[in-house]
């Protein structure tokens, strides 16, 4: 798409492809990332937990409280 454009190309002469650059780099990371932390296998979403009535927004109960 850019590549047609002629200031594209004169930037790219001038400075590199630099979206290219980022792009190869964002590979490297996301390699390394799954390298070092594999992703997570899960069967099934955790169900969520109960929230207090007066508590503010993601604040869970303690195991074993009952909601009242």
Same mark, same amino acid.
Request: proline share 13%; glycine share 8%; aromatic share 4%.
């Given at each position: 798409?850019?590549?047609?454009?002629?200031?594209?190309?004169? @930037?790219?002469?001038?400075?590199?492809?630099?979206?290219?650059?980022?792009?190869?780099? %964002?590979?490297?990371?996301?390699?390394? @990332?799954?390298?070092?932390?594999?992703?997570?296998?899960?069967?099934?979403? %955790?169900? %969520?937990?109960?929230?207090?009535?007066?508590?503010?927004?993601? @604040?869970? @109960?303690?195991?074993?409280?009952?909601?009242?």
């Amino acid at each position: 798409m850019f590549q047609e454009a002629p200031i594209y190309r004169q @930037l790219v002469a001038e400075r590199g492809d630099i979206p290219a650059q980022v792009r190869g780099e %964002a590979e490297r990371i996301k390699s390394d @990332l799954q390298r070092v932390m594999p992703p997570l296998r899960t069967s099934a979403p %955790a169900a %969520a937990e109960p929230v207090w009535s007066g508590a503010p927004a993601g @604040l869970a @109960l303690p195991p074993g409280a009952q909601q009242g």
